[in-house]
Antibody, heavy 120, light 107 residues
């Protein structure tokens, strides 16, 4: 059964870079049928898609975050990564990683999520 | 960007009730729509994709339909484990976007 697990600091200072790792187990990140995505959910709000990556390294980003986001992949470790630069309090959220169906563009399964707070 | 508008934002219902949630897309998305269920402190769970296709393992009391740019998630007979927040997501084009959510509460 495929599982995803987010990891990274729970507290980031304003203007610094948020860095998260998603570790995939029970399946290969080199699947040709899937992308791998990051989604976030600010407190009390709905989800916002951040971006997605294919095992080859091709990426799609949300234009609202495009200038600050980098998503990368390490197929040898079955991991993919999120970096969000110049964070502010508005970036405080629960961050999820998820497998994205290549054709349907829906997400299943999701990781449990990791809460990141931006505060000095 | 394609905007997704859900209604109502919350609904109170009893076990056994039929519950209907609506999601409207700001432009045509054909059948490119997914529905998720999220319980407090948990990750969303995919219920339906392609507007009406039931994800494997999801009970048949959940169903989805479409009419133009309006999409509906129906729970035919609400069960105790169905009290949660439901989100729609358009899957037609990037950036992928979600609705604001509908919270199904106990009446």
């Amino acid at each position: 059964q495929l599982q995803l697990q987010e990891s990274g600091p729970g507290l980031v200072k304003p203007s610094e870079t948020l860095s998260l790792t998603c570790t995939v187990s029970g399946g290969s990140i080199s699947s040709t049928s899937h992308y791998w995505g990051w989604i976030r959910q600010p407190p009390g709000k709905g989800q916002e898609w951040i971006g997605s990556i294919y095992y080859s390294g091709s990426t799609y980003y949300n234009p609202s975050l495009n200038s600050r986001v980098t998503i990368s992949v390490d197929t040898s470790k079955n991991q993919f990564f999120l970096k969000l630069r110049s964070v502010t309090a508005a970036d405080t959220a629960v961050y999820f990683c998820a497998r994205q169906q290549q054709l349907e563009n829906c997400f299943d399964p999701w990781g449990q999520g990791t809460r990141v707070t931006v505060s000095s | 960007d394609i905007q997704m508008t859900q209604s109502p934002s919350s609904v109170s219902a009893s076990v056994g009730d039929r519950v209907t949630i609506t999601c409207r897309a700001s432009q045509g998305i054909s059948s490119w729509l997914a529905w998720y269920q999220q319980k407090p402190g948990k990750a969303p769970k995919l219920l339906i994709y392609a507007a009406s296709s039931l994800q494997s393992g999801v009970p048949s009391r959940f169903s989805g339909s479409e009419s133009g740019t309006d999409f509906t998630l129906t729970i035919s007979s609400l069960q105790p484990e169905d009290f949660a927040t439901y989100y729609c997501q358009q899957t037609k084009s990037f950036p992928l976007t979600f609705g604001g959510g509908t919270k199904v509460e106990i009446k």
